[in-house]
Each structure stands twice: as C-alpha cells, then as structure tokens.
C-alpha cells in the first residue's frame, strides 16, 4: 500500500514535470498566460507528489516495510528509530528520492516568489528547475526507484552502511549539502531564464542573490560537516584527505563563492555578464558532476551506493545541460556587451577579479586531480590516484593569495583608489601581518607556508574587523549611538557588506585552524598494558581497562583511560570501536576531546582481549576546534547577507510584453 | 580593445599558462599507482631502479603464517600475495584491529631497494558482506563478551 502510494507520487511527478515544462515553454512562446500559470501550478503540485513520497518512504521504514526494495536494502529491525529515519539518505535510491524532494521544494518556492514579477524570464526559470525536476524524477521511476516490490518478503534487512550510523553528524551533513547543491539549481535556472528571454540586465542576478547565498551557506556548512564527520567516525585524525568525494563538494563551493563576489562587479558596474552567466552554470554543473562521481560507483567510497548504470544517465545530463548552456550563451554573446570599463589596477574591481582568476584556478586543478585517475584509468587501463602532495603543492599557494585578497578587497573603494588613501588604510594590518609572522615564528612556526598564513590572516583580520570600527565609530559621531546599537545599526543599515565582512572573518578562522593543525600536530602510537602510561606532549594516559558493551544495533569494545596532565588527573576519556552485525570490520568512535588551543585526539587502533593489551593512536593538533567555530561563523555572515532587513526594493514594473507572456 | 585590456588578458594568460605547466608536471610527480604484486613485479622488470621511486598502493592477501608482529615496538612484518607473485612487507605503527592472516589488505608506500615494500600506511579491504571470522565462526558480540564488567 505505502509502496504503491510513493510509485504512484513519483510517476505523477514526474509527468507534472513535464507537463509543466512543456505548457511554460508554449505558453510563453505563443503568449497563452494561463498555459504558463497552469505549468506554474505543476510546480507546486510537484511538489506535493515528492513530499507524499518522501513521508510514504519514511513511513516504510519506520515501520519495517520490507517488500519495499529500499527498506530491504537499508532497513533493519535493530536500528535504533533516529537511523532508521535518516537512513532515507544512506543509500542511492533513498537519496535521490530526498534530493527530488529538495529540487521540488526550491521550484516551487522560487516559482511562487517570482510569479507575475519577472514575466518570461520567471517563466521560463520555472521551466528550466522543472527540466532539471524531470531528469531527478526519471531516475526515480528508473533507474534509482526506491519503491520496488520484494518478493519474497524478507523478515528483516541489514540496516544501513554501518560507517552511515555511527555519528549523529550523519543527520546533519546529507540534508545541509542536498540544501546547498540543490539550492544551486535557482540562480541556474534564472541565468538560463534571462538567457532564452533577451532580458539580460541584472535582473536574474538580483532576484536570485538570496537564493545563491542560502545556498552557499548551506553548502558551507555541509563541508564542514562533512570534515567533522571524517575526523569523528574515520579514525585518522585528519579532517580532509583530497577525496575525490570531498573534492566533488568543494568544486561548486569554490565556484559559487566567485559568482558571489563577481556578481556585485556586475551589479555595480556592468561588467563580466558573459562570466557571471558562465560561472553560475559552470557552478551547476559541478554540483551535477559531484552527484555522479558519488553516486555512479565511478570512485569507490562510502558514498559510493552502486555499480548500476546511473553513471550513464548523469552524464547524458551533464552533456546536454553544457551543451544548451553554451549554445544559449554563445547566441546571445553579442548582447552582452560590459557597460563599465576597469578605471584603475588599484580598486575592488581588480581585487574581485583576481579573487576570481584565483578561485577559477583553484577549481581547475581540483576538477583535474579529481578527474584524472578517471581518465588514466579509462584510456591507459592505469589504476591510479593522485596524491595528496599534489593539491597541496598547488593549492597553497592560491589559498596564501586569496587569504591576502580577503583582507585587500575590503579595504579598496570602487573604481579607482588613492594611492595615499590605500597606504593609509594597510598601515595596521601590514603592522599586524608582521607582528603575527614574528610572534608564530616565537612560538616555534617554521613551516613557510603556515606563517604566511598567520601573517595573511592577523592582515585580513585587521583589514575586515577595521571596516566595522570604522563604519560604526563614523555612526557614533553621526548619531551619538552607543558602540553596540552603532555597530548593530551599521550591520543592518547593509547587511549584505557587513555580512559578507562576517563571513570573512569565518574564513580567516578557518584558515588559520587549518594552518595550526595540519603543520603543528603531534602523533604517537603504542600497545599499552592496563596501567601503564603514554606520555603525549602534555598529557599523560594511562590505560585502565577493556569494557564491552552490547547495543541492540552493535556491539561496543572500549578502553577506558584516565588523562593526566602533569600528575593531575583531568578526566577519563573512552575511545571505542563498534561492531555492527552486518560488517566485519568495526567502525571507530575516537575520544576527542577538545580545547581552544588544542584537540587530543586518541584511537583505539587494535586489542588483544587475552592479553588484555591495546594499541592507540594519539594526536594533539593544535587549533582544531578554530576550523568548527569559523565554520560556523561564515554561515552566519552568509545569513545576515541573505536576511531581507533592507526595504526590498522596488522592481520596475514588467514591460506590456511580459504581462501576456505572464 | 584597448592597451589596457590587451595587457589585462595577455596577463592572465602567462599566469594560466604557468599554472597549467604546474598542474601537469605536479600531477606526474604525485601519482600513486594501484598495483598488485604481479603487477609490480611487471613494473620492476620494466622500470628498474626507478621503481624505487614511485610511491604505490600494494593490494594483496597476507599470506598465513607469515605475520611478525612486535605490539611493544608496533613493528609488524608480512608477506602479501596475489596469486603468482609474493612481496614481504614492512610496517610501522599499529595494524588495525581487522589485520589478521589471509585478510585483504591495502599498503601504501613504496618499494625498497631490497624489494621489501616499505609502507606508511596499511588499510584492511572492507567488504559489505557479513562473513563470519574463520576458525571459531562467531560474531564480535560472542567473541568479545567476557569484556562486558558490570564496573565499566
């Protein structure tokens, strides 16, 4: 029944996609309004088909419904009910399902926000997120259906990828990154919009600028979730490896956060259209592409769900999304003429465009270490990866630069600055850059690159942090305000700039978190006795025991420690690992306990139950916790950016051509 | 189009290039191969010294009875097979609690000059399938049952 109920809503959306699709595109082209707004309401009632299907699948699974092919496949009786429940994304076809249910959710709203605003552009963008709604759906009723009958019915299943029930993160990171590539899908679709209708102003990048920040930020933090989630479950102590899967997430990051800066370029100064239009579909692409090189089994990991012939569907997709885009862009390119002109090296102008041929070479050498093991293997039949040293080598360099533009690009007015005005304005953060190089070297920094980035950073830190100084002092004087309300006032008098300064600030605690933990960290492995003890920098740990620990869903080996620093005692931490029955190999839970300067980090590695030894793996990495909080601090610039706090303003009324075509 | 322009662009293209030059000659340093014994083995006979060189992953089976594990000093040695050829290993640090005789398993490092396979870091081939450990057949939650303490 709740089998046949989520078929039947997946089908049906997928008919409405195209039914919407088809009636916008004629409705607009032979200028019938009420065929555009009944393909607008496809979109909302798409909507409604994907949540019936998303509630049927959860419904299913709560309630062990195992002749539905998902719930055998990731079901199981022993699962506690939170799993069970966000097991809707910890396989393939569950998480197709979630990401139709996502797009439905963008198309409808964008749809609705638009309507009778935007005439043929609108439409049109409704049409595009529908064309994308179609693909998604295809795959549903296809080649990724969740809602096919098993038969005979198991009496229970194997519950989901153990890897996938062990941190609660795993509730967090798949929604925030489905949220954030998705979310991708509207300005996409309002780039294409301007595109088929001639209108190419502004306007889409204005209309969409929310959705592209909300999207971001969730992407945002999805990264960092999924950074969290690696260093909490996978037992290395690391964070990011160069994973072709965690590449697959960053690539859009990296693109979209260029659009975001390269859009206020054009805004302001009408300039880089035909390079705004292509980084948002570059930026689509991508999310398309990371989609396919997670979820087609082309790489093998835990996102990796099957070895079906999906892969062939996504790139089909792939190629005829690139090739409409560029044959729409290439058709219109003689339209799309710069209004303004670069008045001088020295301005924000120069400093967004370097920040954009820096993200762009950024993202080209992610997208070739990523995509040539693919390539090797398919045209020399060589099983290669490439190596972390790679990206390294590469990237920190451009993550030095971009680090110094952070702090520059505030800093630099519009169109043309003084030579004198700008000195003035980086005495300070050059004071600071040097400060922090000479006080990082004290402290013993030697690495070359991590004291560029503790000098680019106190720089950038001062250069951001001093642009709220300064607008909040000239409102105290202004208004005789406190500090506080002057501050407050001046983030929401244009919360956009200052949100974007907050999310720099996130960025540059990132930064440094990364810098501190990747160069400084000590590690020290050893086979303990029960009472003997490991010393580990500061701290001392001496091995109590071994517990075990039956769970309905596991089976958990832990080792009890008591921590020292000094011969004070300062806590017992208990690092385990957890034996799910349908895997072999256990699944760490490391004890990480975390300080503002500092993680300690301990894995229990392996045991011996007869001797009654353990082996442990220990680190102390400095600054950890730094990339978590700045993490946190660039979502929240990018939601005081997105925040509606100023008088929307007024869009100029739609031409008499567009009433019709509305 | 102007001076300025004309400049701005021949610009970015020296830096393009420059990177491009990059990318392509740091790619071709840091490639790590995927072989197994037989193809390594291929790859000495080709390469000669040079394959000392190169790091790699090595995928095999440990081979029974060859495994010398020192838990006090985490020095662990073993043999890792395919079906034709044999490689011995070398590893520091602890193995982990998946490691045992006739397991596949992933090394990471590369070949010494005495065709001892120096690794750095050693991973367990993870399987989706549940099969019961050899020897006594029981699960972890039978196996390790004697550790749960009411004192924990």
Redesign the interface.
């Known amino acids: 029944m709740t089998r046949l109920l989520g078929l039947t809503a997946v089908t049906t959306a997928f008919a409405l996609s195209l039914y919407g699709l088809i009636t916008i595109v004629i409705g607009v082209r032979t200028r019938r309004p009420h065929l555009v707004r009944s393909g607008r309401r496809a979109a909302y009632a798409n909507f409604a088909m994907l949540a019936v299907a998303t509630v049927a699948m959860i419904y299913a699974l709560v309630m062990h419904d195992f002749s539905v092919s998902y719930v055998a496949q990731v079901g199981s009786r022993s699962t506690p009910v939170f799993f069970t429940v966000i097991s809707l994304w910890s396989a393939l076809e569950g998480s197709i399902l979630f990401w139709g249910l996502v797009l439905a959710a963008y198309t409808a709203a964008a749809t609705f926000f638009t309507r009778d605003r935007l005439g043929a552009l609108g439409s049109y963008a409704t049409a595009t997120m529908l064309a994308v709604g179609s693909f998604f759906y295809l795959l549903l009723v296809g080649p990724a259906n969740p809602f096919r009958l098993v038969s005979p019915l198991p009496l229970d299943g194997p519950g989901p990828n153990p890897l996938l029930q062990n941190h609660p993160l795993m509730a967090v990171h798949p929604p925030l990154l489905y949220l954030g590539y998705v979310g991708m899908t509207v300005p996409f679709a309002f780039a294409i919009g301007a595109l088929l209708s001639g209108r190419l102003d502004d306007t889409w990048l204005k209309e969409t600028r929310r959705w592209t920040v909300t999207a971001w930020m969730f992407l945002s933090l999805a990264i960092i979730a999924g950074m969290w989630w690696s260093y909490e479950v996978l037992g290395w102590g690391g964070y990011w490896a160069w994973d072709p899967v965690e590449n697959a997430s960053f690539m859009p990051w990296l693109t979209a956060t260029a659009f975001l800066h390269s859009m206020m370029v054009q805004e302001r100064r009408g300039m880089l259209k035909v390079w705004n239009l292509s980084l948002i579909v570059s930026t689509f692409l991508l999310t398309i592409l990371g989609t396919f090189l997670t979820r087609s089994g082309v790489l093998s990991s835990v996102h990796a769900f099957t070895q079906g012939n999906i892969g062939y569907f996504f790139l089909g997709f792939i190629a005829v999304a690139l090739i409409f885009s560029l044959m729409l862009l290439a058709g219109r390119s003689s339209e799309l003429h710069s209004e303004g002109k670069l008045d001088s090296p020295l301005s924000r102008e120069t400093a967004f465009m370097g920040n954009n041929l820096l993200f762009s070479v950024f993202t080209f050498t992610v997208l070739l270490g990523t995509l040539f093991p693919l390539v090797a293997e398919a045209l020399r039949d060589e099983k290669v990866s490439v190596g972390g040293p790679f990206y390294n080598q590469m990237t920190l360099p451009l993550c030095a630069a971009l680090l110094f533009l952070v702090g520059v690009g505030p800093v630099l007015p519009w169109r043309a600055a003084s030579v004198k005005e700008v000195k003035k304005k980086l005495i300070l953060p050059g004071v600071a850059f040097l400060l922090a190089i000479i006080a990082s070297f004290a402290l013993g920094a030697r690495h070359p690159y991590a004291l560029l980035a503790f000098g680019f950073a106190a720089f950038a830190m001062v250069c951001n942090v001093g642009e709220f100084v300064i607008g909040a002092q000239a409102r105290r004087r202004a208004h005789g305000e406190s500090a506080l309300t002057a501050l407050g006032r001046l983030i929401v008098s244009n919360n956009r700039r200052y949100g974007g300064y907050i999310a720099h600030i996130g960025i540059i605690i990132v930064a440094v978190g990364i810098a501190a933990s990747s160069t400084y960290s000590v590690e020290k492995e050893a086979t303990l006795r029960p009472n003997q003890t490991l010393a580990v920098g500061d701290y001392t740990l001496r091995f109590r025991q071994l517990w075990g620990e039956e769970q309905p869903h596991r089976f958990v080996v832990g080792a009890q420690i008591d921590l020292l620093r000094g011969t004070k005692e300062v806590g017992r931490i208990d690092p385990r690992l957890n034996y799910y029955d349908s895997q072999e190999e256990p699944v760490t839970t490391p004890a990480v306990r975390t300080r503002f300067t500092h993680d300690l980090y301990v894995n229990l590695m392996a045991f011996d139950r007869d001797a009654g030894h353990a082996t442990f793996a220990v680190w102390i990495k400095p600054l950890v916790g730094w990339i978590w909080t700045g993490g946190l601090i660039v979502a929240l610039g990018a939601l005081v950016g997105a925040l509606p706090l100023q008088k929307r303003r007024q869009v100029t009324a739609a031409r008499p051509t567009e009433v019709v075509a509305a | 189009m102007n001076k300025?322009?004309v400049l701005?662009i021949a610009g970015?293209l020296i830096?393009?290039g420059g990177?491009g030059y990059?990318?392509y000659g740091?790619?071709g340093?840091?490639?790590?191969?995927?072989?197994t014994p037989a193809e390594l083995h291929a790859m000495v006979q080709e390469k000669g010294p040079q394959v000392h060189k190169i790091?790699m992953?090595l995928g095999g089976m440990v081979v029974a009875g060859s495994v010398k594990w020192d838990?006090?000093n985490?020095d662990l040695r073993f043999t890792l097979a395919d079906r034709s050829h044999t490689y011995a290993v070398h590893s520091k640090?602890?193995?982990?609690?998946?490691?045992k005789e006739g397991q596949g398993v992933i090394v990471e490092g590369t070949l010494s000059s005495t065709n001892v396979f120096e690794s750095t870091n050693l991973m367990?081939k993870?399987?989706?399938e549940?099969?019961a450990?050899a020897g006594n057949g029981a699960?972890?939650?039978d196996?390790?049952?004697?550790?749960?303490?009411e004192d924990?």
């Not at chain 2, 340093?29 to 072989?35: A, E, G, I």
Request: proline share 10%; charged share 20%; aromatic share 12%.
């Open positions: 300025r322009r701005l970015a830096i393009l990177f990059l990318i740091g790619i340093s840091n490639l790590v191969f995927f072989l790091p992953r838990a006090d985490l640090g602890a193995p982990p609690q998946m490691f367990v993870h399987s989706n549940y099969r450990p699960k972890p939650r196996m390790y049952k004697s550790l749960i303490r924990k």
